[in-house]
């Protein structure tokens, strides 16, 4: 009973669609329905086969499904738990996919009944793309799948819904709520946040011409292009709704540029050293960890060519 | 006469070695010979056949050399002229590969005598690799080289070495010196210091474990520690070299972010929304000017397969 027999994606976008062939990759037979605010969204995941049937409404979408999973940005997972919640089968699982936990549980517990297990979780897997077409089978292979399971929640369905993941590739970690969003907005939403913030000072600059930007980019710039295409609407949601540890981890960095800011004003060169010294260690790890490649310019250069 | 028949590389690293790799892949004849100040690098380059011959000092390897360039963190570049001067063949074209330039001016230009050709140049291209072993024939490909002559400067001399940069596969484009050193604060050295910023940021919280930063870093950490791993000498000078310009796009980056945070805080969706997809343009730019991959994720997630 580790495999579910429907599947029901609520929102239809690089996640779902990562979802839909991971699981097919996997060998899952499951049903999978899904909806799509947009016409078009829906019609392109039925072409293209990401979806066995496509419904109009997320009520309908969900019924008879054994597995829920809501794959729309965080500021929309209330509404669509209040619509879904008196459609769903009973002993279904929830889960979600939004990068914060705290408010998705303050936003969709409350419209759950007794009946299903509704457990948060967030697949720290993306690209800069978005939209259906944008979604591969290999997405979460290799990367972390935070659960954070709430304190009512069913032993079985945890293992369960942990099984779903791990045989999409990804590895599962359990974490406390309130922890992982502290987690997140240092490994993801503050470094979106910054990258974002460069891009439009770039952008703003009024003595450099926007051509320079372009075509001069590929000395460091460009790499923060690349998260800073990622989609507007998430990631709005993602800061107003991880408010406070974003806030928190950008006031350090606010601190932290002060002092290195300092020590160029007054010409302390060891200062600077060390601490470039101190940062170029964690990229080892990472890549030890099999976390990121170990190939030059992450690769690029061999393909340009 | 646009070939050079004796180049001599100061400086035996990244840049170094890709210009050699870059000549021999161009076909040119030219003898190189180099210094480095470790043995170790020497003894390197030597075995791997990135110069003919080798010297203890810059003095001997730049004798009868027709160009000379200085491949060595900006901050030695005085001291490498000074020693260099009284050994220049006439008519030698003297350039660099700085990351700075109006330092590197006025550092290296009291050291040249009157019969040869200085002309300051900054190839935008690298990885975050170092030393002789990470140099690649196609560093330079497509990659702009800005050059930053000077109003003494000789036109045929100028043009020689640009056809020098474009021979390595290099777009040259001509600057002047001070907007090349904004330019390149915008492009280049704000867009470092931050990634260095915000590693520091994840280094330093204790409220997250390092295996958490690690593991999880593909949601967004990860792309900022590639260019944090970056020559800590070499960034260290290009901060106490570029200060001025460095300082002013830092500041504007603080305001800036300010601005955000503030939007994050009083729960202003729309100027968040507004802003991220303002971001999102720049991205489309680059790609189009071929100066960054389409590839989701950089490509990476084929290779992690």
């Keep these: 009973m580790s495999q579910y027999n429907h599947v029901a994606l609520i929102g239809l976008g690089l996640l779902a669609s990562s979802i839909s062939l991971a699981m097919r990759r996997a ?4 049903q999978i329905t899904g909806t799509a605010r947009s016409q ?27 597995l829920v999973i809501l794959c729309a940005p965080v500021g929309a997972m209330g509404m669509i ?16 996919v939004g990068s914060v936990k705290r408010a998705v549980v303050e936003a969709v517990q409350p419209h759950m009944p007794d009946n299903v297990h509704f457990i948060p979780s967030h697949p720290m897997a993306g690209t800069e793309k978005s939209g259906p ?14 659960m954070t399971p709430l304190p009512e929640n069913d032993h079985t369905a945890v293992q369960r819904l942990s099984g779903f993941w791990t045989a999409l590739g990804a590895n599962v970690e359990m974490m406390e709520v309130d922890h992982h969003d502290l987690v997140a907005s240092v490994i993801s939403h503050a470094p979106h946040l910054i990258a974002y913030t460069m891009v439009g000072v770039a952008d703003g600059m009024n003595r450099v011409a926007k051509t320079e930007v372009v075509n001069y980019s590929a000395a460091g710039f460009r790499d923060f292009t690349r998260i800073a ?15 406070d540890a974003t806030l928190e981890v950008l006031g350090r960095f606010t601190e932290e540029l002060f002092a290195l800011q300092r020590a160029i004003r007054t010409g302390d060169g060891d200062f ?17 960890a099999g976390q990121d490649t170990d190939a030059p310019d992450f690769g690029r250069i061999k393909e340009e060519n």
Tied chains: 1, 2.
Aim: hydrophobic share 45%; glycine share 6%; with cysteine.
């Design 272 to 288: 600077l050293f060390d601490y470039f010294t101190r940062t170029r260690d964690i990229r080892r790890s990472i890549i030890d």
């Design 40 to 66: 078009t969204t829906r019609d392109t995941a039925l072409k293209i086969g990401l979806v066995d049937a496509v419904f109009d409404s997320a009520a309908e979408a969900v019924k008879g499904a054994d």
């Design 81 to 96: 738990a209040e619509e879904i919640g008196p459609y769903l089968a009973k002993g279904a699982t929830i889960t979600d």
């Design 229 to 243: 295409a990622s989609d507007p609407t998430m990631w709005r949601d993602v800061f107003l709704n991880n408010r």
């Design 27 to 30: 060998g899952m037979q499951a």
């Design 133 to 146: 077409e944008a979604g591969f089978a290999a997405l979460f292979d290799n990367r972390w799948c935070l």
